[in-house]
Structures are given as C-alpha cells and as structure tokens.
C-alpha cells in the first residue's frame, strides 16, 4: 500500500515546495501560497515529472510580483510533465494577503482560501 502524499509549501515560498514535490517518492501534496509563482523562481520553473500529488494554489490578481497571465506557464508545465492538473485559484487580492499582520491582509480572500484548502486537504491526506 502506498503512503498519503504528506502536505509540503504552504506558507512557503515555491521555489522550496516545488522542488521537493518532484523529487519525492509518494508526492507531496503543492500547497503554494499568495506569493509563490513563476514570478519568484530563480532560474526558471524546476521540473515537474516527479509530481505524483494534487496542487492547489492561492494567488493575489493584484500581486504585481506574480501576474496572473504567468500562471498560465505554471500549469502547463505541471499538466505537460505529470498527470496532475492543478488548481490555481485566483483572488481579488494583493501578494501575501493570507497574512493577518500585513497591511494587504484580505479577510474574504483569506477566509475563501482557507475554506477550499480545508476541504482540499481532508480529500487527499487520509
């Protein structure tokens, strides 16, 4: 029987949860956060080939440092590499509005965040 994929990235930047979730044996489960994309990789996008969990992954439309339009590159590397298909979810939001001690903290996008990552997790961590 294969292990549960084990939750990695979230509240971290993905440059970290990526390259570990390609690399794994079971997968990890990409949780990258408001302020986590294509616009915070040095170097490019690691490679995905490896990825055996779901990405879910939560991102500010008005985060000037990660545009919108580069998810696009992030998920068609994820989906061309391995057979997950992510979920981006954008929110009407700045960079890193799930933290409550900046001043972009964004109540409603953090609630509906939190509230499709919940149900998210209890779905594939059993």
Do not use: C
């Not at 997950?84 to 964004?106: K, L």
């Amino acid at each position: 029987m294969s292990e549960p994929p084990q939750p990695t990235g979230f509240l971290s930047r993905q440059n970290v949860t990526f390259p570990s979730a390609d690399t794994t044996a079971h997968g990890y489960l990409a949780l990258p956060p408001s302020g986590s994309g294509p616009g915070v990789i040095r170097g490019g996008l690691p490679g995905f080939s490896g990825l055996k969990a779901e990405v879910l992954g939560h991102y500010g439309e008005l985060d000037e440092s990660i545009p919108v339009e580069s998810l696009d590159r992030l998920r068609e590397a994820i989906e061309e590499q391995s057979d997950i298909t992510p979920d981006p979810r954008v929110h009407p939001a700045y960079h890193a509005f799930f933290n409550d001690s900046r001043p972009v903290y964004d109540a409603e996008s953090a609630t509906r965040a939190w509230e499709s990552t919940v149900p998210f997790l209890k779905e594939q961590v059993r």
